[in-house]
């Protein structure tokens, strides 16, 4: 395969990042695999480095950054929204209500794919809605596997507590009702990227005169399944 593209730069940058994916590097053996100049080498590991494409490990060497998870996780949602329009209507027709997927989107939630109730009351999401991250069971489900900072943050404003989220963590899924809006009952699980970490929350939702006050209990089954079914789909298309 010919690694030259005629820009010279993109190559040099190129030729750095392949040399990471092997794991840690020091500059020289950086320098050593590319054969690039050692200034070279440093001045564009360092640019790359301020764009996070190149980050440093505990002992200061060349590692990839935290980019590539980004990147990594934006694939991985096109392959999640192709996948889950099936998922969301067996899991409509299974639990006779509304059903969406939502991701994490800043300090808020955005609903990325759902099927509606087609019929009689229904709670209607549209795709691109955005919503808060401190009610509701897929916020709970969004913030329950987050560390530090970012968890702090969405407890600070939250209608439910660290140990609700405990609940989640230790159950596998969240349950809500009047929590994000009066009247309304969900049902949440969560959908677990390659990495191991929660990128999205499979939900049902609809009237809490239906779904009664405690909806897990007839339907956390069915939300927990779509949702492993949506994480079996990341796994098998990786790479």
């Known amino acids: 395969m010919d690694n030259h593209s005629g820009v010279g730069v993109i190559d040099k940058a190129a030729a750095l990042l392949a040399s990471l994916e092997g794991g840690p590097a020091t500059l020289s053996q950086i320098v050593a695999d590319t054969h690039l100049a050692r200034p070279t080498a440093h001045r564009l590991l360092l640019a790359l480095e301020h764009h996070r494409l190149v980050g440093r490990d505990a002992t200061g060497a060349f590692i990839l950054g935290p980019r590539f998870a980004q990147f990594a996780a934006a694939v991985g949602e096109d392959r999640l929204v192709s996948a889950a329009q099936p998922v969301l209507t067996v899991l409509r027709d299974r639990t006779g209500e509304s059903s969406q997927l939502y991701r994490p989107h ?73 929590e994000r809006e009066a009247g309304v009952s969900s049902v949440s699980a969560p959908v677990w990227g390659t990495a191991g970490t929660v990128i999205a929350a499979v939900s049902i939702s609809g009237p809490a005169e239906r779904l009664t006050a405690h909806p897990g209990a007839h339907h956390a089954t069915a939300v927990v399944e779509a949702a492993q079914q949506l994480s079996e789909v990341l796994r098998r298309t990786e790479g």
């Open 106 to 178: 800043g300090d808020q939630r955005i609903c990325i794919a759902a099927s509606d109730r087609p019929m009689g009351l229904r709670d209607s999401i549209p795709v691109g809605t955005t919503m808060t991250m401190t009610a509701g069971s897929a916020a709970q489900v969004l913030l329950a596997w987050e560390e530090g900072e970012r968890l702090h943050r969405g407890l600070a404003a939250a209608r439910f507590t660290a140990s609700d989220l405990g609940v989640v963590r230790e159950r596998g899924w969240a349950e809500s009702s009047g």
